[in-house]
């Protein structure tokens, strides 16, 4: 019986953490912090442009968090620097663990799709970037749904995009706020918990699985096909 | 011709810093931060869950974003300090301008209601204990309605709730999020900027106007209610 999954870009295949290099530059020692703001704040602007029914895309989004944050940390960052970062946010450095994971994945099966708030051109290119896309059955793009997650519509347009058919359907993802929406919405979700200091929202809605990386999602999906038998 | 006033009361009429103190006893040094943090995570808890179409009252997301922010911080904070934290949140102290802010809005043709994602029992506990009831013509509390700001039905729920018949509406906030939010559903909203340092958000959505305190409210009504003779 072939499986579905929904995997996450940002924060899940690729490290949005990836543009603090480029920070320690413009901001100095205050660039983790700084990137993490930008971060918070990027999803804070997809969660109320969803709620307020005002969509803008990601990469507005991304642009007015990091305006945003420029502001709160009193930093005046030049429209050139800010054009630089945008434009690395476009190939941020795949994690260590994305291509072998999807990898070790084809010896199962499951159809593997990328799943984002990005916009379909940046997911390309990431994916391009960071050589995922051979390795996925396609890319769906909520720029194309016009909504962020976590809102049920999100999941409920993976479905009708992949074609899951009602299919058993997995979200894989690094962010905890995804892995509680998909679950809410009727996934099953697993969560890639990268770091032990991570910290899972305790708000009643747990994981469907956990793991530490994408690789060991081979090893946590046969197992389970195994028990199912 | 009679207006319309939606008062945000956290943030706007009481103080959600005002746990600072409480929190320096259990947090040490960390309470500003800390305080900070809780707010944060408490609005994104709102914005999540109503846009998850997953309600959960006020206080529950409150409670919840204490625990989150005590597995963040890594503080192993007692159940009764986490309840004497929660019940102080009942009795928040009023900015130093709501009072007299309210008290000089009676001289005009307003009519200035509470308007809040708290549960009614807690705005009416808030209010009585900072001594503004008497000051409004009521209560407007999303709780009713099941959803939080900024959904455009909050919004359209204080109309119905507050009988405002299509007359002109105005919120009134110390919150950006939550003046781009009635900006949004059709709204005019002023925003509340306390200190000169506070940021509002770069996202394309201008308050119809800017004060400094409540108190300024009534010389602001009263400037263009002048010019629009």
């Not at 999954?5 to 603090?20: R, S």
């Not at 991304?62 to 054009?83: E, I, K, P, S, V």
């Not at 690094?174 to 996934?187: C, E, H, K, L, Y």
Request: hydrophobic share 45%; net charge negative.
């Amino acid at each position: 019986m072939m499986m579905y999954l929904a995997i996450d870009v940002y924060g899940t295949l690729v490290d949005t953490a990836g543009v603090t290099d480029q920070l320690a530059g413009l901001v100095g020692d205050r660039a983790p912090e700084f990137a993490t703001a930008w971060r918070a704040k990027q999803l804070e602007y997809t969660f109320r442009r969803a709620l307020m029914h005002d969509y803008a895309d990601l990469p507005t989004c991304t642009r007015q968090a990091l305006d945003h944050t420029c502001l709160t940390f009193g930093t005046d960052m030049a429209a050139t620097d800010r054009d630089a970062l945008m434009a690395l946010y476009r190939r941020l450095p795949a994690f260590a663990d994305a291509e072998p994971g999807l990898r070790a994945l084809r010896d199962l099966p499951l159809r593997p799709f990328a799943f984002s708030n990005g916009n379909r051109d940046d997911l390309d290119h990431a994916l391009e970037a960071a050589a995922l896309a051979p390795l996925l059955a396609g890319v769906v793009s909520l720029n194309e749904a016009r909504t962020f997650k976590p809102h049920p519509a999100a999941y409920a347009y993976f479905h009708r995009a992949a074609q899951t058919g009602g299919a058993e359907t997995w979200l894989v993802s690094g962010n905890p706020f995804d892995v509680i929406g998909a679950v809410t919405s009727g996934m099953h979700a697993v969560w890639i918990k990268r770091s032990p200091t991570m910290v899972f929202d305790p708000i009643g809605v747990a994981p469907t699985a956990v793991v530490s990386s994408l690789i060991e999602l081979t090893a946590m999906f046969r197992e389970r096909m195994r028990v199912a038998k």
